[in-house]
């Protein structure tokens, strides 16, 4: 939701590095891929972070209506329904 501090970058990448070739990683995110060079913030660390992220990946992008917005409007027609009833 915001670039990320210098710490956060520095952090990011010895974790990744750590993990690099012995151990698999699941990064999940809202941001398209393109955008997160601009949201990693530093363009030396981002290249860095992003190679070791996104070359040998499995990528699924899903698609389609969050989860989130349809299980709030089944809330809201639910509580409609519910009022409607008589008591």
Do not use: F, K, Y
């Not at 012995?22 to 949201?39: G, L």
């Not at 290249?47 to 209506?65: F, K, M, Q, T």
């Amino acid at each position: 939701l915001s670039v990320l501090t210098q710490p956060e970058r520095e952090t990011l990448l010895e974790i990744l590095e750590d993990r690099h070739g012995r151990s698999s990683t699941i990064v999940t995110s809202q941001v398209p891929v393109e955008e997160w060079h601009a949201v990693i913030g530093s363009p030396t660390l981002a290249d860095a972070i992003l190679d070791r992220l996104v070359h040998n990946a499995h990528r699924i992008e899903l698609s389609g209506e969050s989860m989130r917005r349809i299980t709030a409007r089944r809330a809201t027609t639910t509580e409609t329904l519910d009022a409607r009833e008589p008591s």
